[in-house]
């Protein structure tokens, strides 16, 4: 059972940083994509970052490109994302998600498993 668990979220200003975390377990395969979504309030779900489980592919949307970093640990077992420069914009539901295979989109119906998500609220 592939379980993924999101940690990180909070309140910050403007300009702030925040790091997000995934423990992912459950997964037993070397070939995997790895990805941050997030949902704000009234919008659609919409795909951040992806990484593959041997640090290749990275990928990210424009909307965060320059600010946000996505790394994992795999002895740790553990995605993270590393948002620098927040704006306002960036308040949402982030969740952590993945696939079998390499990454190759980052639209949410390649995806079959998702964490609970963590909030994250950025004030001006």
Known sequence: QVRLVESGGGSVQAGGSLRLSCEVSGYS???????????AIGKEREGVASINRDGSGTSYADSVKGRVTISQDNAKNTLYLQMNSLKPEDSAMYYC???????YTLERYAFDYWGQGTRVTVSS
Not at 29 to 39: D, E, I, L, V
Not at 98 to 103: D, E, K, N, R, V
Request: net charge positive; aromatic share 28%; glycine share 6%.
């Open 97 to 103: 998600a993945a696939h079998w295979g390499y990454c």
């Open 29 to 39: 395969a070397s070939r995997y994509c790895m990805a941050w979504f997030r949902q």
